[in-house]
């Protein structure tokens, strides 16, 4: 009985990734609301009314957290406030029944990985001295990273190479490289550490002090230049066990994991891009290139031949994985105005589309998503884009009680990505989650149900 059950089982692996503060929480909270409570006329998946049904929760995997949906459902509800941020990978894992998918039913399998983690992904494939020289090339040839990086870089160059001052100059990097928006920060447990303490706001004097750069304190390592490897043979050792350990141990089980999944869902903030200027856009361009590089994704036509076969003939936990379809997705859509809304799926597609073309047998998507509508929208006025919501900053940036809606202008997307703009030329004021109190009554979205209907396929 098992296994005829396993073979009526459609398994959907799906892995969520974005940068730091691009949505995945919210929007993982958002579809499984959905899901759970589904009505057909405000979530329609698939080409017809489809009604989900039989609906139930399923035990993670082992070695995997559960996603809080509850806790975080709540937060938006009653803690007014977006959720907090992915601290360690989770899970979620629900099975239902599709009202036209007679034979099968769905298990879904829902992977929230920390974005932070993206940053090295550049250590798979590649041993201590390929990442140092990858990451050294950052560093130093762009100007952004190497004002900052500067003391290290000189250290680096040092005839006497002292390993307490490579370590000091390093972190203290890393740390301005945070306090001034990079998202370039690996060893990433500098930033999000391997129990999921989040660096704070400090000096990069205090922030180095209390900071690892590895798995621990005692297992720290930095890059090293090919001079300085020749020079310190010792020191190389030692950061290269250091390094295939923190790899290994860290890096290579999530993005394993990513690997396994059949369909990945690669959320890109249009608005932060554009709000954080052109060196935000080359950053962030930059580690989604490596990531996809790692992950490589799509089949080849033999691959693709024996996909319906298995379907069929193998149950559910034997039948293959392997990254087909990626939907990208520019999340926030209800912080632009509706003039604007095409113009983020235009800009996501120009920035990722060069380097999607290089895989086959990768079905690619390219939309835009509002998981919570908060805010409403007024005609514009002479020119000017203008919405309705309940800030949430002040005009300094700081962080104000929940009070009346507001008027507030947003700025107008540009047709394609500038060569240059600075921070702050764009402006998408933040604003209060507008959740419905009754957990049964999803909220208001846009798009969720077209992304999960391309990713289940």
């Not at 409570?37 to 995997?61: K, N, Q």
């Not at 070695?63 to 949906?69: G, I, L, P, R």
């Not at 149950?315 to 095409?342: E, M, N, Q, S, Y």
Request: charged share 25%; net charge neutral.
């Amino acid at each position: 009985m098992g296994f005829l059950t396993g073979l009526k089982t459609e398994q959907r692996r799906i892995g969520v990734v974005g940068l730091y503060n691009s949505g995945k929480t919210v929007l993982l909270t958002s579809l499984i609301n959905h899901l759970q409570h589904h009505d057909p006329t405000r979530f329609a998946l698939g080409h017809d009314r489809v009604i989900v049904r039989r609906f139930r929760i399923e035990p993670t995997d082992k070695e995997w957290d559960k996603f809080n949906y509850e806790g975080h459902r709540d937060a938006l509800v009653h803690g007014g406030h977006w959720p907090a941020k992915t601290r360690d990978r989770s899970q979620f894992v629900c099975r239902f029944e599709r009202s036209d998918w007679t034979v099968h039913d769905v298990l879904l399998k829902l992977y929230d990985l920390p974005g932070e983690r993206i940053a090295d992904a550049a250590m798979m494939g590649r041993s201590f001295a390929e990442w140092s020289d990858h990451i050294l090339s950052v560093l130093g040839n762009d100007s952004t990273y190497r004002v900052h990086c500067l003391p290290f870089l000189e250290v680096l160059a040092d005839t006497d190479v002292q390993e307490a001052r490579l370590l000091r100059t390093y972190k203290e990097s890393l740390a301005r490289l945070i306090l001034h928006y990079k998202p370039l920060i690996t060893p990433s447990t500098f930033l999000l550490d391997a129990t999921g303490s989040l660096a704070e706001p400090d000096t990069p004097e205090n922030l180095a002090e209390k900071r690892c750069c590895g798995l621990d304190a005692t297992r720290s390592f930095v890059p090293l230049s090919a001079d300085c490897r020749e020079r310190c043979p010792v020191l190389v050792e030692k950061y290269d066990a250091f390094f295939r350990q923190y790899r290994d141990e860290l890096v290579a089980p999530l993005l394993f994991a990513l690997k396994s999944c059949h369909a990945l869902l690669v959320l890109i903030d249009v608005t932060m891009l554009l709000a954080g200027g052109v060196g935000m856009y080359d950053d962030n361009r930059q580690m989604l290139q490596d990531l996809i590089e790692v992950l490589d994704p799509g089949k080849n036509p033999w691959e693709k031949l024996f996909d319906p076969v298995s379907r069929w003939l193998l149950p559910h936990t034997l039948r293959p994985g392997g990254i087909d379809r990626i939907a990208f997705v520019a999340p926030k859509l209800d912080l632009v105005h509706p003039l604007d809304r095409d113009r983020m799926v235009h800009l996501i597609r120009r920035m990722v589309q060069r380097y999607v073309q290089n895989y086959d047998g990768l079905r690619a998507e390219y939309l835009n998503c509002s998981a919570v509508v908060s805010t409403k929208v007024l005609p514009d006025k002479a020119g000017e884009r203008y919405l309705i919501g309940v800030p949430m900053r002040s005009a300094d940036g700081r962080k104000i009680p929940r009070g009346e809606e507001q008027c507030f202008a947003v700025s107008e997307l540009p047709d394609d990505w500038p060569i240059e703009w600075s921070p702050g030329t764009y402006q998408f004021p933040e604003v209060y989650p507008r959740m419905p109190v009754r957990k049964d009554y999803p909220p208001d979205q846009i798009n969720l149900d077209r992304i999960l209907t391309f990713l289940l396929g």
